[in-house]
């Protein structure tokens, strides 16, 4: 008899206790049917009258809208900070898409293991890319069988560093010559030269250089030598290394100091008498004598005409002091 008392009292017990959802922390009192209850995340309240309500507002109840019906046991929890939540329950559950491509993958969408393996091999095969860890500087480079890639490092005329620089300073495995990196300009003002001959082709117009200096030149046609300069007048400063010089009536012309193959010849007009007189050369240099016997005065000596009609004279630098008279008409003085 006192056993069956015993099971009686368990089962009362049960049927007495309140039903509290998973997750909360225990029933409360509710204020009214809920009214403005204040709980927790899924904590449950329950009326007087024995209604049971659950806090469904992931930021805590204060109010009768975060509260929801936990009638009997079918609790429903509409989505207010529940992720993935369809606004009717807990959440709908992700499905899980086999699709290789995960083109139509969704965000309420999973894809299967297989599928993501396969959609990886499709976008870059793992046969074609084996796990070798590459060194500074190598990139990967299809192998002699052409069926995967593999690391290695530029060689020969190239090098690149991690950083992706790419130096070259060979051809063919030849270093390349100064002339190679010569600077020539924006405009290719400056044209680099190896010791050797440079050579024009094509149709191309290089224009004409201002000025040039050409050293142990031959083969030029005759047409491209330049005339001998002539000047006119009654005084002027020659100018080498040869030049012609006309009188038109007494004048005194200034040769330079001679150097080696300099040539003047200086001649008075047609038909005039007058003098000419070559300066003073300076230098310690000196005319030779019409006689080819004897030199003027070093630095300070003149050479002077006898001022007929048709003088004339022609001097050859000897050396840096010394003017040769290789020709002459009229009297000339060496003073």
Same mark, same amino acid.
């Given at each position: 008899?006192?056993?069956?008392?015993?099971?009686?009292?368990?089962?009362?017990?049960?049927? *007495? !206790?309140?039903? &509290?959802? =998973?997750?909360? %922390?225990?029933?409360?009192?509710?204020? @009214?049917?809920?009214? +403005?209850? #204040? $709980?927790?995340?899924?904590?449950?309240?329950?009326?007087?009258?024995?209604?049971?309500?659950?806090?469904?507002?992931?930021?805590?109840?204060?109010? *009768? !809208?975060?509260? &929801?019906? =936990?009638?009997? %046991?079918?609790?429903?929890?509409?989505? @207010?900070?529940?992720? +993935?939540? #369809? $606004?009717?329950?807990?959440?709908?559950?992700?499905?899980?898409?086999?699709?290789?491509?995960?083109?139509?993958?969704?965000?309420?969408?999973?894809?299967?293991?297989?599928?993501?393996?396969?959609?990886?091999?499709?976008?870059?095969?793992?046969?074609?890319?084996?796990?070798?860890?590459?060194?500074?500087?190598?990139?990967?480079?299809?192998?002699?069988?052409?069926?995967?890639?593999?690391?290695?490092?530029?060689?020969?005329?190239?090098?690149?560093?991690?950083?992706?620089?790419?130096?070259?300073?060979?051809?063919?495995?030849?270093?390349?010559?100064?002339?190679?990196?010569?600077?020539?300009?924006?405009?290719?003002?400056?044209?680099?030269?190896?010791?050797?001959?440079?050579?024009?082709?094509?149709?191309?117009?290089?224009?004409?250089?201002?000025?040039?200096?050409?050293?142990?030149?031959?083969?030029?046609?005759?047409?491209?030598?330049?005339?001998?300069?002539?000047?006119?007048?009654?005084?002027?400063?020659?100018?080498?290394?040869?030049?012609?010089?006309?009188?038109?009536?007494?004048?005194?012309?200034?040769?330079?100091?001679?150097?080696?193959?300099?040539?003047?010849?200086?001649?008075?007009?047609?038909?005039?008498?007058?003098?000419?007189?070559?300066?003073?050369?300076?230098?310690?240099?000196?005319?030779?004598?019409?006689?080819?016997?004897?030199?003027?005065?070093?630095?300070?000596?003149?050479?002077?005409?006898?001022?007929?009609?048709?003088?004339?004279?022609?001097?050859?630098?000897?050396?840096?002091?010394?003017?040769?008279?290789?020709?002459?008409?009229?009297?000339?003085?060496?003073?």
């Amino acid at each position: 008899m006192g056993r069956l008392i015993a099971i009686g009292l368990l089962f009362a017990g049960i049927a *007495a !206790a309140q039903y &509290v959802p =998973a997750g909360s %922390s225990g029933s409360i009192a509710c204020v @009214s049917a809920p009214g +403005n209850t #204040t $709980g927790s995340y899924r904590q449950a309240c329950q009326t007087s009258a024995g209604a049971l309500w659950a806090c469904n507002n992931a930021a805590g109840c204060t109010v *009768a !809208a975060d509260w &929801v019906s =936990a009638a009997g %046991s079918a609790f429903t929890f509409p989505g @207010s900070g529940i992720p +993935n939540s #369809t $606004g009717v329950g807990w959440g709908a559950s992700f499905t899980l898409d086999t699709d290789s491509t995960m083109a139509a993958n969704s965000d309420t969408s999973i894809p299967s293991q297989k599928a993501a393996k396969t959609a990886l091999a499709l976008k870059a095969p793992l046969a074609l890319y084996p796990n070798t860890t590459p060194s500074a500087g190598q990139i990967g480079v299809g192998n002699a069988g052409g069926t995967a890639y593999a690391p290695v490092s530029l060689t020969q005329d190239c090098t690149i560093a991690s950083t992706g620089v790419v130096t070259c300073l060979k051809t063919n495995n030849v270093a390349f010559g100064t002339a190679a990196v010569v600077n020539t300009g924006t405009s290719g003002a400056t044209l680099g030269l190896l010791n050797g001959n440079l050579t024009f082709g094509g149709a191309n117009a290089y224009g004409t250089p201002a000025s040039i200096v050409l050293t142990n030149a031959t083969g030029l046609p005759a047409a491209q030598v330049p005339t001998t300069p002539l000047a006119t007048g009654t005084g002027a400063t020659l100018v080498g290394p040869r030049e012609y010089y006309v009188c038109t009536a007494a004048c005194a012309p200034n040769p330079p100091v001679p150097v080696a193959g300099y040539e003047f010849c200086i001649v008075m007009t047609d038909n005039v008498a007058a003098v000419i007189t070559l300066g003073a050369l300076g230098s310690s240099a000196m005319y030779e004598t019409t006689a080819r016997t004897s030199y003027g005065t070093a630095g300070t000596g003149t050479l002077v005409s006898g001022g007929a009609v048709g003088d004339k004279v022609c001097l050859l630098g000897l050396n840096s002091t010394h003017y040769l008279t290789v020709s002459f008409t009229g009297a000339w003085v060496a003073n």
